[in-house]
């Protein structure tokens, strides 16, 4: 009974992305097992949460735990522990897609260009087309003409199309917009 009161304190509401995902996988071919998916659950809704909590929560050993998170950072599965910022509470961001065409000899180039933008959330070669396709966030419509600005002067690109995002019916948990 302890058990489903701690889970319900930290997880109510909160249906954990990578075990849905992974539950569609066959559990042999994952490197993880159950108890593994549950401490990353565990962890990506609260990074803070003490290894002797998820133990209690899973009814397992705080040990346990410990040596399970240390296995999954060693393997890089879990690759670092964050803070998630809702950047909508502290600025009033606007969120764009920029789609880039790129002359494929300067493809290289014109990423490294981009990917040193501070407003560069994001940067991503679409398949089968010489594109880029940028997830940005500016703090205005002038940063974002600047932005465009710059990426229009860069040797190799061909065009973009800017896309602002008015509405998320399903938010980024890492920037809350």
Do not use: H
Not at 37 to 62: D, P
Not at 123 to 138: D, S, V
């Amino acid at each position: 009974m302890e058990k489903k009161d701690i889970s319900d304190q930290y997880l109510e509401g909160y249906s954990c992305d990578v075990a849905i995902r992974w539950s569609r996988i066959d559990p042999s071919l994952l490197p993880v097992d159950e108890l593994d998916k549950q401490i990353i659950c565990f962890l990506r809704y609260n990074a803070r949460i003490s290894n002797a909590e998820i133990a209690k929560a899973l009814n397992t050993s705080e040990a346990t735990v410990r040596r399970r998170i240390n296995e999954l950072v060693r393997k890089k599965i879990i690759i670092g522990f964050s803070a998630l910022v809702d950047l909508q509470a502290v600025e009033n961001s606007i969120k764009a897609y920029i789609i880039i065409d790129v002359d494929p000899n300067k493809m290289d180039d014109v990423a490294n260009s981009i990917t040193d933008n501070i407003n560069v959330l994001s940067l991503y070669r679409r398949r089968g087309k010489n594109q880029l396709i940028a997830e940005t966030l500016f703090l205005n419509l002038e940063a974002i003409e600047n932005f465009e600005s710059q990426i229009s002067k860069m040797s190799g690109v061909k065009n973009f199309e800017t896309m602002i995002i008015s509405k998320a019916y399903r938010k980024n948990p890492w920037i809350g917009i």
